[in-house]
Each structure stands twice: as C-alpha cells, then as structure tokens.
C-alpha cells in the first residue's frame, strides 16, 4: 500500500510536499498550472493518512522535534507539522497546536524537560491535520481543546485539503479529539498568569483560524495565517480566502508591538517587522493576480508571470493557484 501511494505520487509528476516541509516543489521551474490531481481515496487514519504522511516525508522520527526556549516558561516545539507553543505553570500546560498523534510521546518529553507532567489544555489554531491531529492522542489523555467554532465543525467530518500538488484527504476527528470549548469571534481566558486572547477575524486561511494572543507575556502564535515557511497556502477549497488572511494579519498587527514575539504556524520564530512584512508581500502579490485577472488572463497565464516568485521562491506557484482561486 505504501509503494503503491508513493508510486502514485511519482506518477503525478510532482515531488511530495507537505504545508510545513521545506520548499521541494518543481512547479515553477515551469511556471506552468498544475494538471487537476486525483483525489487518493482513503477511508481510515490508521489504513490510509499514515502512509500519505509518509508520502509527504515525514518519518515520525522523534529526534526531528526540536525546542526553542522563549520567555519564563514559555518554549516552541518545531517538528512535523505545524509549530507548537507551550505554556507551562502552575495552571499545568497549555499547548497552542498539537502534531500528529504519533509524535506525542516524544512531544511529552519535551514537556517534562519543561517541567510540565500532561497537556492540560489545547488550544487548535484550526482544524488541519499538521496543527490538530494531535488532537487524537491529547484528547484521549484528557485534555480540554479549544478551537474556533468552524473549525470545531469541520473536525467533525472528512474534508479533502486541496494543496494544488496533492489533495490531503483529512478524516474525522474521534469524538475524544474533537474541541469541547468553541468560540466565534473572540474567546479570553488566564492560564499560567497569562491573560490569552482568541480571536477569529472571518475567513483566512482557513474559515476557521484562531489568533491565539498572550497578552500578560507579549507571544502571539498566528496559525497558519501567518507562515514564515516560505510554503504560502489559503485553503481556498474550504472557504480560506487571500482578503481574508490578509485582513487578520492586519487586525493582528492593531493588537501586537515591536516587542512582540511572533510565532508562525511553520517557519522561524520572529517579530511585528517581519509580520508586516509579510502582510505587505501577501497584498503585492494579490494586487498583481487582481490585476492580470482584470486584464483577462486566466490562472496559467497568471502563473507564467512568475507573480510571487520575488518573495516567495519556487513556492510562489501555490501561493497563487489559491490565491486566484480565493479571488475568483
Ligand atoms: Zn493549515
């Protein structure tokens, strides 16, 4: 089954990626639209998920889980999948996102090396797999999450994830992973003596992110609004939309100063400078694609024009495939 997935991922012509792998895609050496892609149909976690993981390249190999200290119990946890803050204290641990549920014994020993004993309490920055999936383990342990309230909808069933290069057939969460708290547009709360602000400011990246804001501590954790990766992706296929990230950027930007510590949902740890400067190659970017749409041209045309290739690399091509898709 798994050579066979493998296989099936060579014979798309492209090399597997994944939203937090480093950039590896060949597109746009071509600058050429990539073909639609068939979708892999695969009914359980356990039968099917696993192996398109390994698909992606990722091995589950704990020795890939790196932590970075940050202020007085605070530390980042980069590893497969989306970047994981924890908060440890006296209220016990919080984790903003949570991995993939094979890689949560090596996440917990890196949470005692912290001082912390279990996760108390996730909070999911939305529902896609690299960011939630952990869900699954912490949960079962008994964790109490806490997500937007469309993300919590969107764990209740399959969704595929349409990442142009391959389309990520996401299953449903069990019961014992699925959020028991939900918010709409903001959710506050204290935990470790940090005042924490939850906010969602309409679709983005997805219909359902979480800004997730230490307020007492100055860390805020964008989710996969903010993704310093270089691999920019809205799922425009489930309602994300480029305005959309856009204007959450910049909301978040009104709440944060230049003291900041900005936390992406993959890439490097940085600060409000580089935030705004994403935000500002984000809207160049979106203003080129309006604009040749205006003219006409239709999404290969676009993606000759090499239109995201000065800020985002040989990943521009994704960035634009659904940023035009969000726009049109
Ligand atoms: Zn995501």
Request: aromatic share 8%; net charge negative.
């Amino acid at each position: 089954m798994k050579s066979t997935l493998i296989l099936t991922v060579a014979a798309l012509g492209f090399v597997a990626c994944s939203p937090s792998g480093p950039p590896q895609t060949n597109q746009s050496q071509t600058g050429t639209a990539t073909p639609p892609i068939e979708r892999m149909a695969l009914d359980t976690y356990s039968d099917g998920q696993k192996q398109v993981l390994e698909a992606f390249g990722w091995t589950f190999d704990p020795t890939k889980i790196s932590t970075a200290p940050l202020k007085e119990g605070f530390a980042v946890i980069f590893g497969e999948g989306g970047n994981i803050l924890v908060s440890v204290g006296d209220d016990g641990v919080l984790l903003v996102d949570d991995q993939m549920p094979e890689m949560h014994e090596a996440l917990l020993a890196e949470i005692r090396k912290l001082g912390g004993k279990k996760v108390d309490k996730v909070v999911n920055t939305h529902w896609h797999f690299d960011h939630a999936e952990g869900n699954r383990a912490f949960g079962e342990l008994g964790a109490e999450i806490i997500a937007q309230k469309n993300s919590t909808e969107y764990m209740k069933s399959a969704h595929d994830i349409n990442l142009v290069q391959i389309v990520y057939p996401q299953q449903a969460y069990p019961e014992a992973a699925i959020p028991t708290l939900s918010f709409k547009d903001a959710y506050e709360f204290n935990m470790n003596g940090n005042d924490i602000a939850l906010y969602n400011f309409g679709p983005a990246h997805t219909t359902g992110d979480a800004i997730v804001h230490f307020k007492t501590t100055n860390i805020v954790h964008m989710g996969d609004v903010g993704n310093f990766s270089g691999m920019v992706f809205i799922d425009a296929g489930n309602g994300g939309s480029i305005d959309g990230a856009i204007k959450t950027i910049r909301k978040t930007l009104e709440l944060i100063d230049d003291q900041t510590v900005v936390v992406p949902g993959h890439g490097p740890i940085k600060d409000k400078a580089a935030l705004t400067a994403y935000v500002t190659s984000l809207e160049t970017v979106r203003a080129r694609i309006a604009e040749q749409m205006t003219k006409g041209l239709n999404l290969e045309e676009i993606q000759a024009l090499n239109l995201a290739e000065e800020f985002f690399g040989s990943n521009g091509p994704l960035l634009i495939d659904r940023a035009y898709t969000s726009l049109n």
